[in-house]
């Protein structure tokens, strides 16, 4: 996700760009935070995203109160991991 000043076009491609609001998953020392409810505009044509300064340092200042164990958060979900190779044993299988 790049930093932005607000534009029609997308600086990458020169696509259309329009507002959207999404889901920001990142992960730091193998704990991830997913940030919900994040304003970018985003291209229309390839998807790249684009976030105001301002709320990027508002997810930064989120990630540093994690990482300080001081973050309470909203809720706290569970996530499946799996290998690539998995699927090949599940086509094998089958």
């Not at 920001?24 to 229309?44: K, S």
């Amino acid at each position: 996700m790049n930093s932005f000043e607000e534009s029609s076009t997308c600086a990458i491609c020169g696509s259309a760009l329009t507002d959207k609001i999404i889901d920001y998953i990142d992960h730091n020392d193998g704990h991830f935070l997913i940030v919900r409810d994040v304003p970018v505009q985003e291209c229309i044509e390839n998807g790249h995203q684009f976030v105001q300064a301002s709320v990027a340092k508002k997810i930064e200042k989120l990630f540093e109160m994690d990482r300080q164990q001081v973050l309470k958060p909203k809720e706290v979900i569970t996530v499946p991991v799996v290998e690539l190779d998995m699927v090949s044993e599940v086509i094998n299988r089958g």
